[in-house]
């Protein structure tokens, strides 16, 4: 009995604190700010005044911040993917013609609105890694569906994502059940899907011929796409894999890619690798992008789909 009164006290303590914490769990992640990577200085200093204040210290950094958080521990390593995709926006940025200035004598009260919309990559980038990985996933969905259907895949991923860290948290562990506390409306769900969405028409445009020639690739090339029922298993593995092809592309190390899953998440990196597709002949597509390291290439057709599923790959090699 006398152990257990002295064991007793300090366990009371340990779960008091944890209680405390999570029930005055109204942080404000606006507060919070990191360095960016110096990859993406070209874009901050790019953003209308309007658009970098909401970065950085409006809704989109709060949201940035609270969808880095509850992904973080399934965040892949991708520094090479993070440093290229840095350089990539900071130089369509920089196209005064896809990324004016606004001028308020011509355009007025909405001066400040003018020029392309990278206000979720700087919200992430000044929230860390974490949250610029989730700006891909932005992206990646924003490619796919349109904007209802994207904000209603998001709800998914954000309510599943807080119950599996609700399951798996340990009492004490303060980081872990925070991250299940976080809440993140509809609404900034939908503000989230809208930036990226309009960074890829800016994006898209000022990579067209580029962008043109590898949805050429993706539509002339059969490969299955993820069947598995499950949306957050299916979206999170498309979304993890994609991030991990392409940073070893960018590395220069060549990629055997049998998913249709991951070619089409391709299309919402703009970076652009070359191709080998080996079928009847082989026929090599050269995109020459000084972002990919020399040996970045995707080759298809070395396995065929049935191949990959019967031996349990992923479909990347």
């Not at 029930?23 to 200085?41: G, H, R, Y």
């Not at 200093?45 to 958080?69: C, D, F, P, Y």
């Not at 954000?158 to 509809?186: P, Y």
């Not at 059969?222 to 994609?242: C, F, I, K, M, P």
Request: charged share 20%; hydrophobic share 45%.
């Amino acid at each position: 009995m006398a152990t257990i009164g002295k064991i007793n006290p300090s366990f009371i303590s340990a779960t008091q604190e944890t209680t405390i914490a999570l029930a005055s769990f109204n942080f404000d992640f606006s507060l919070v700010k990191v360095a960016p990577p110096e990859e993406f200085t070209g874009l901050g200093n790019s953003l209308s005044s309007v658009r970098r204040e909401s970065a950085e210290n409006g809704q989109v950094h709060i949201t940035a911040r609270k969808l880095g958080a509850l992904f973080e521990g399934i965040v892949p390593e991708t520094p090479a993917l993070v440093k290229a995709y840095g350089e990539r926006v900071s130089e369509i940025a920089a196209f005064e013609q896809y990324n004016p200035k606004g001028v308020a004598q011509k355009d007025g009260f909405f001066s400040a609105q003018v020029g392309a919309d990278g206000t979720s990559i700087w919200a992430a980038a000044t929230s860390g890694e974490s949250a610029i990985a989730v700006h891909l996933l932005a992206c990646l969905l924003a490619r796919l569906w349109t904007g209802s259907q994207a904000t209603a895949i998001w709800s998914e991923l954000v309510s599943e994502r807080q119950n599996i860290l609700k399951q798996a948290r340990a009492e004490t562990d303060l980081k872990m059940a925070m991250a299940s506390c976080i809440v993140v409306s509809r609404e900034e769900l939908a503000g989230w899907d809208a930036s990226a969405r309009a960074w890829l028409q800016t994006a898209d445009a000022a990579k067209k011929l580029q962008q043109t020639q590898l949805n050429l690739i993706i539509d002339n090339i059969r490969l299955a796409v993820d069947a598995r029922g499950q949306v957050y298993e299916s979206v999170l593995r498309t979304w993890v894999d994609t991030m991990i092809t392409v940073d070893r592309l960018v590395r220069g190390t060549v990629q055997s890619v049998q998913s249709g899953a991951i070619l089409l998440g391709l299309t919402s990196c703009h970076l652009y690798p070359d191709f080998v597709v080996l079928g009847s002949f082989a026929k090599e597509i050269r995109q020459n992008d000084p972002l990919v390291a020399t040996g970045g290439l995707v080759t298809i057709g070395l396995q065929t789909p049935g191949d990959v599923q019967s031996s349990g790959g992923d479909g990347i090699y």
